[in-house]
């Protein structure tokens, strides 16, 4: 993997990727993980498995390697038949460096139409998943995550206040947020200015069709990004970009 920029093109090792991909320690931090055809679709058939490849995978586990929590919208964790964080010896070497816990939680935001109790990202789970959701959701459903082990959160009335969710999350000590989608739910965190950093793949392939983009949401809502960093392997890109709010006084 190659370091195009900013500064002076190299190679990038280990210690130096996980530099760039960490997150900031001093205040919470929310990083949105991505990957996308060239022509801006995020998913082939359905999932987006078939967008991803070594490199992007590469980058993508330092989301949730490096992260106190990855934050999923139900839908992604269904389709995407997410079964929780299952780190490697590697993975579990990098927590401890770093001193978080053995294994990252994972908190699904759901309005409690399309998760049911029994999906993968709760039962198959190594640490009790975190299920954010709104006051209106079933109360059998919400007793049926908690029968599942899930921690059930409730945040916002007739759907899940993102703000609320996120401050319930930091509340618990997890500061550090991976966020790995869906559209909809990067289309909220936008609207609700929570987003700090964007991490997107740029897959080298061209899909046409009429796949989702990245956020997709009702209302337009503008977003000045600076670039912060650059990367390459074979004809793949990996860009971090910062919201320009966040973007002074950041490590590149």
Not at 117 to 146: M, N, Q
């Amino acid at each position: 993997m190659r370091y195009v920029w900013p500064g002076r093109a190299h190679e990038v090792d280990e210690q130096e990727l996980e530099r760039l991909y960490q997150y900031r320690a001093d205040r919470p931090w929310l990083a949105v993980n991505f990957v996308a055809s060239a022509d801006g679709a995020v998913e082939i058939d359905g999932r987006s498995a078939g967008l991803s490849n070594p490199a992007d995978r590469r980058v993508y586990r330092l989301g949730s390697d490096l992260a106190d929590v990855v934050l999923l919208g139900a839908g992604t964790a269904t389709i995407e038949e997410f079964r929780g964080v299952h780190p490697d010896e590697q993975a579990a070497q990098r927590r401890r460096r770093y001193g978080l816990s053995e294994i990252p939680p994972i908190a699904v935001v759901t309005s409690g139409r399309t998760l049911p109790a029994d999906a993968p990202v709760i039962t198959e789970a190594r640490t009790p998943t975190i299920v954010i959701t709104c006051a209106t959701a079933p109360p059998t459903l919400c007793e049926a995550w908690t029968a599942a082990g899930a921690t059930v959160l409730v945040a916002g009335e007739d759907t899940v206040d993102v703000t609320a969710a996120v401050d319930a999350l930091v509340m618990r000590g997890l500061t550090r947020i991976d966020c790995e989608g869906g559209p909809r739910l990067f289309d909220s965190l936008i609207e609700a200015g929570l987003v700090d950093e964007l991490r997107l793949t740029i897959s080298p392939l061209l899909i046409s069709g009429m796949a989702d983009r990245i956020a997709c949401g009702p209302v337009v809502i503008p977003t000045a990004l600076e670039l912060a960093s650059v990367l390459a392997e074979g004809d793949t890109l990996l860009l971090r970009y910062l919201v320009k709010r966040c973007a002074e006084g950041l490590p590149l």
